[in-house]
């Protein structure tokens, strides 16, 4: 999970972010893994889409805070898809390619539960759990 500047202690996010113009799903799944924490293709021993689709509204403090800033105008939420990857076990994440970030860290299935902020993630993943934990 990555933890953003700027977010509270209980804020972590699964990496990732949107795709780019002619991107593959998958070109997107190593772009944005590697943006945020360097890794590369190679790193993987194996990786997987998992078909798993989800749409969400971003709470309305998050939608002002993003106005505030001048970013995401008109935008409400976000479509997500899961990809799952299996990291070689000498693997270092590399924080220092990023200035979005200042933690990454790994969560037990029970933690995440703690430190996902949005209900509508949880859900998924609840619903997904056999897939999760193979």
């Not at 970030?101 to 997904?128: C, H, M, Q, T, Y």
Request: glycine share 6%; charged share 35%; net charge negative.
């Amino acid at each position: 999970m990555t933890h953003p500047k700027g977010a509270t202690d209980v804020e972590w996010y699964f990496p990732g972010d949107g795709i780019d113009d002619e991107e593959t799903e998958e070109e997107t799944f190593f772009r944005e893994i590697h943006e945020e924490l360097g890794l590369k293709k190679e790193d993987f021993i194996s990786y997987k889409n998992t078909c798993i689709t989800y749409r969400y509204n971003w709470p309305e403090e998050l939608i002002k805070k993003h106005e505030a800033q001048g970013k995401y105008i008109g935008v409400v939420g976000q479509e997500k898809k899961f990809f799952l990857g299996v990291i070689k076990s000498d693997t270092k994440i590399d924080l220092t390619i990023t200035n979005e970030l200042d933690g990454a860290k790994w969560f037990s299935w029970d933690e995440l539960f703690k430190i996902i902020p949005f209900e509508n993630i949880k859900e998924v993943l609840r619903n997904n759990e056999t897939l999760f934990r193979k």
